[in-house]
């Protein structure tokens, strides 16, 4: 199994940044694609970001120019650096890691409990 640990979320106001880090662990063979998803209320769970092992990001429209993935491969860590956000980027942030593990040599998603972003004045 692989467990994904979210920190960085919380409460900022419009303009303001955040720093989103997800660390992999478990009996990880290779990890493929890392990546953020959100769901807000009401909504459903959408794509931020992701980043596969060549480094070509991905990213959302409503996030381009405002938002950065990156990724420690020795660390199997991943990030999400936030600026200038909105009040519609509140919601619950999600880690996602695409991997093979020993017990299981094929990939499959993986993901994260979720860490709250709340945008507001």
């Known amino acids: 199994q692989v467990q994904l640990v979210e920190s960085g979320g919380g409460l900022v106001q419009p303009g303001g940044s955040l720093r989103l880090s997800c660390a992999a662990s478990?009996?990880?063979?290779?990890?493929?694609?890392m990546g953020w998803y959100r769901q807000a209320p009401g909504k459903q769970r959408e794509l931020v970001a992701t980043?596969?092992?060549?480094?070509?990001?991905n990213y959302a429209d409503s996030v381009k120019g405002r938002f950065t993935i990156s990724r420690d491969a020795a660390k199997n860590t991943v990030y999400l650096q936030m600026n200038s956000l909105k009040p519609e980027d509140t919601a619950v942030y999600y880690c996602?890691?695409?991997?093979?593990?020993?017990?299981?040599?094929?990939?499959?998603?993986?993901w994260g409990q979720g860490t709250q972003v709340t945008v507001s004045s």
């Open positions: 980043i596969p092992t060549d480094g070509r990001t």
């Open positions: 478990g009996r990880i063979l290779r990890i493929k694609t």
């Open positions: 996602n890691a695409e991997a093979i593990t020993i017990a299981i040599m094929l990939y499959t998603d993986y």
